[in-house]
Every structure is written in structure tokens, then in C-alpha cells.
């Protein structure tokens, strides 16, 4: 049972190229998010998935695209990026969204855009 | 909007000593609430959650009530280790989102 994993781990971008960051779980969790970590800022939600097929914005949603074709992968596209989207990503899921269910976090990618 | 404000960090403490870090929510209806902990170059865990008001959640040493009337969360533990060096994030759920603080920062020197 490896959770939640991400890759790459690392990555470094220039202005205007565009990239996929890749999320898998293998727990079977309805709930899938992606969030970015600035200093100072804490996480910020950028888009969630309640199942596959259903996805929606949060709160930082602009420069980013997402789709949930399956259960178990919520990859986040980076159209073309900006230095203002240098960051710390980290996806989460949870097994559903109803209740408390906690959410499992990622161990993140580090991404710089020069 | 929902939003949680968490106190400002970074917080240093002696081995032994007593911690306390504030938090303070402001949502609509009734979120759940939760404490998370982010180790260096890791992922955030859950370190302990609450779900209705006067809810006590407690892991690990480290407690939180849900207190509805001052709308908080406070993290407590009564004596820190070297070990509990980590950031700290409160968090509320409210529908389909989490809303995560800014995080506080704890060192615990020997």
C-alpha cells in the first residue's frame, strides 16, 4: 500500500512551457485535491475531485487544469507556467467527503519556473 | 469565506516545556476541525481532529478542544520533545473543502 505518490520530486521550468505533475493513490478514496504551499501562505486548494469524472475549482484555480479519469490518478497541468506559480504542490485524498474523513498528503513536488 | 488564522511562529521551546499554539476559525454551519504536522521535506499527517463542538481530539501528547463559543482550536502539549520539531497547521472542513492556516513553525532545543 504505498498512499499517495507523486512525481516528480522535483522540477524546473521555464517561463511559458507547460508540464503535467503527476498524483496517484491506491486506496480506493473518492476525495482527490490538489494544493500549493508559499511561505507564509499555507496551503492553498488549486482543485479537488469528489469521484472519477467530477472535478471542481478551489481557491486558487487560474493557470492550472485537472481531470479524473480514474479512481486513482488526479493529475495537475500547468498550461504555461509563470514564476508566480514556483511552489511546493502536494496532492491529497480522502475517502470521502462526507463525515471526517482525514485527508493523506503527498510527499509534494518542488517546482521552480525561471 | 471560511478562513483559519493560526498564531504567527516561529515558536522555540526548551525540552519539557509546555506548548501552545493558537488557532481560530471563521466558518458557516459546522466544520470539522483538524490539527496537521509537516516534518521537514515531508507531507502533512493528521495529528488529531474534532468534529462537533466540545470534541476533544488528543494524539501523541498533543490536545485540541473544539470551542464554538470562542470559535478555536488551540493545540496544547503539556511537555514537548526535540522529536516534536515540525510545522503545525490548522485546518477546518466545511462541505467538499479543507482551509488550511498559514502554519506555525516549532523548534524544541535540548
Known amino acids: 500500500n504505498a498512499g499517495v505518490t507523486q512525481t516528480p520530486k522535483f522540477q524546473v521550468l521555464k517561463t511559458g512551457q507547460s508540464m503535467t505533475l503527476q498524483c496517484a493513490q491506491d486506496m480506493n478514496h473518492e476525495y482527490m485535491s490538489w494544493y500549493r504551499q508559499d511561505p507564509g501562505m499555507g496551503l492553498r486548494l488549486i482543485h479537488y475531485s469528489v469521484g472519477a469524472g467530477i472535478t471542481d475549482q478551489g481557491e486558487v484555480p487560474n493557470g492550472y487544469n485537472v481531470s479524473r479519469s480514474t479512481t486513482e490518478d488526479f493529475p495537475l497541468r500547468l498550461l504555461s507556467a509563470a514564476p508566480s506559480q514556483t511552489s511546493v504542490y502536494f496532492c491529497?485524498?480522502?475517502?470521502?467527503?462526507?463525515?471526517?474523513?482525514?485527508?493523506?498528503f503527498g510527499p509534494g513536488t518542488r517546482l521552480t519556473v525561471t | 469565506g471560511d478562513s483559519v488564522t493560526q498564531m504567527e511562529g516561529p515558536v522555540t521551546l526548551s525540552e519539557e516545556a509546555f506548548l501552545t499554539i493558537n488557532c481560530t476559525y471563521t466558518?458557516?454551519?459546522?466544520?470539522?476541525l483538524f490539527w496537521y504536522v509537516q516534518y521537514p521535506g515531508e507531507g502533512l499527517q493528521l495529528l488529531l481532529k474534532?468534529?462537533?463542538?466540545?470534541d476533544k481530539g488528543s494524539n501523541k501528547g498533543f490536545e485540541a478542544t473544539y470551542r464554538k463559543e470562542t470559535t478555536s482550536f488551540h493545540l496544547e502539549k503539556g511537555s514537548v520533545q526535540v522529536s516534536d520539531s515540525a510545522v503545525y497547521f490548522c485546518?477546518?472542513?466545511?462541505?467538499?473543502?479543507?482551509?488550511f492556516g498559514t502554519g506555525t513553525s516549532l523548534t524544541v532545543i535540548p
Open positions: 485546518a477546518l472542513k466545511t462541505g467538499n473543502q479543507f482551509y
Open positions: 474534532a468534529t462537533k463542538a466540545d
Open positions: 491529497a485524498s480522502s475517502y470521502s467527503t462526507v463525515g471526517t474523513y482525514e485527508q493523506y
Open positions: 466558518a458557516t454551519g459546522y466544520p470539522s
